[in-house]
């Protein structure tokens, strides 16, 4: 495992096992429980209450018990030998430092409070953005910077400077593809389209007359998933936080999956669907990173299907659905047309309701509209 995916294995099983901690199962909370005994604060307590310790430790008691475990005196001491090893690995591989006498291209790999995590593009060295309009970059594009200053502190490399833009190129961010699985054909003669003499929408018949097509599943990369929990994973753990007000913890969880491999298309996703409501020009962007990331892994010419009933599909295609969302919600009706449409040619299934969404764009209505109309 990189380093940076062991900082970021690091904070997901903090989260792990605070949920752990606060389970309704009384064995795996007693044994998340006695974790935390390595911790001074908590050394003293018979845990004989567990629904009291699950309301009093926090996320930083968890990172704490985390460091304790791989021999370190607290999570920051953790956090700085980790981080600067990255940096240090970067400048052993000849690595090349940032030129501050001209433009430099970021890509940008995670978004903080106050600063990016970035690679210098075309080479594997690694920096922390400073700069007034950080929230104007996402995680997966391109952010273009005017630098006015670089240092190293703790032996990580830092730079600030002006952003002139942010841009979408998932070609230059040098990703290795998604590799899809062929798994036979799918022939639509054998698909249920509904009862017999039930009415099918005419988006179905170009569908039907194309006749069979291969499908595929997509490889799914998901930074920091334990196998051998089968009813948590990161996402889950990130949606949960979500619910429960945590909304902080849960965009750094995402933020920490974009940063261990930006081809985690859940992670931006989840980006999108957290901030759509309040913020669909932001959630258009983590939309648009997650399906054009995967589309390095389709030809130009893709004809294939990416069923739902496939999990590993479904990051991409949710994706695609919340891009095809936003532009309808941006008044972008003739783009969004388009993506419903591929949605129900990748997904004739259509489980994600794509066939409604596609009849009211069409008839030109707005997403105020049909809102309205739905409530």
Known sequence: ??????????????????KRVRSKDPTQAALAAARFRRLRSFAANSFDDLSHLAQTVQLKHALAVVAEERGFESWATLKAALEPAETDSNAASGAAGTDTSSLVKLAVLAVRDRAARCRVLNTAQIVTLRAERIWHVFPGEIATVRPHKEWRYNGHAYLSGEIE??????????LEPLTPEKLGLWDPREHYWGEPGEEIGDWAEPIMARGPRP???????????????LFWDPIIGAVELQESSSHKDAYNILMDLCQADL??????AHLGNFTFESLPKAAIRHFAAGLRIGELSLPDDFDGLLPWGYLDNRPFLRCLHGYGLCL????????AEQVFERMLWLNPADNQGARFLLKDVRAKMTWEESTRAAN
């Open 215 to 229: 499908q595929f599943r997509m490889e799914r990369v998901l930074p920091g998933d334990d196998p051998e929990d």
């Open 263 to 268: 081809r985690c298309l859940d992670a931006h």
């Open 1 to 18: 495992m990189s380093e940076p995916n062991l900082l970021t294995q690091c904070r997901i099983e903090a989260h792990r096992l605070l």
């Open 328 to 335: 309808w919600r941006l008044g972008r009706l003739d783009e």
């Open 165 to 174: 833009s942010g841009d979408l190129d998932a070609a230059a961010l040098e």
